[in-house]
């Protein structure tokens, strides 16, 4: 497969297609807002941290039941949780940190999902056992998360969409789970949606939407996604009152779902930060944010204290997204992309239309992107 990524032509003003184009995708049956996953993707799984060497743990991820694993050696797996033979969840059975074995009829798996051992067979009894497979799925572990790609699998995948800013240095972190009720698509909309912010995120650390100010970002297409430009935080901003001037954030995001963001202080990162939006069926999606900060050694008095912000932060989306949750099963219509704060959401629609039709047609990925000043008022 080929994953080549190129940038679309620039310019200094967002699309006008933005809108109009919207529309189209959110009424056709193919692409429409809320219906389908990106293919061909890595997908968030769970914190490295989660999972203990000869553990299991079962997930349902993209609508299908996923086994995930770690072997006696540290490596972590995945698999189809559904056993070849009659359908019992693999996971209710035993691993011994090699071997899967179902809890029906004893057959065993290694971790590539490949049969192993079927006891009901005599020692006569000669049987192709490695013709029996559930499907396995490619797993990276990065910065401390494990990541399952679904799609195609070659040995060209796209990169993982990790946290940024990091470097080499060491950093603690700590993730944060949360269940959103809603279709991906609207996850997605909400996280890289500047308009919510001063009403949704109104804390008496964070804002209030008491005075609007405008708001000038730049934009530039980059990856599967875009980045904002890095600049200083907003003079009302936590980060900026704690350091002041020479603090400078920049804020990308990646498909699938992927809200990054990581903080300087005098050129030097303190805080990064990847959300990651993995849709567990058509209509729950789940939430991770992991979050990296430096000072090894602090995880103990540090992880709490983050945890409690960000929580408080993300609860406040999900709250929104159980609002929306009932009267998003009417399939409304909708106007989600209000120029310019709703051009970010136009462009996910596009960038994930775009990603499909480049596997599906096997060239190289053209990032729709194109290079934007966006204004609004938050
Ligand atoms: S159902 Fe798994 S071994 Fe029979
Ligand atoms: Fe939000």
Redesign the pocket.
Known sequence: MNTTLKTAGSSDRADDRDVSELESVSQSQVGGLGTWYLQNMWYFAVASSELKKGKMLPKTMLGEPILLGRDSNGKAFAMRDI?P????PLSKGCFDGKEVM?C????KFDTSGTCTSIPSLTKEQDFPLCKIKTPNYPVREVRGAVWVYFGDQSDDLPDVPEAPGLGELLYEQTTTTLLLPTHIDYAALALIDPAHVPYVHNSWWWRSAKALKPKQKHYVPEGTGWTMVKHQPTKHSIFFKLFGQHIETEISFRLPGCRREYIQFAGKTILSGISTLTPVDETHTELNHTTYWMFPGTKFFMDPIIQYFVNEFLGQDQTIAKLQEGNLKLKPKLIPTIKDAGTPGAWYLRLKKEWAESRREGRPFNNPVPDSILHWMS
């Open positions: 056993c033979h009659q359908a019992v179902c029906f009829h004893g057959w």
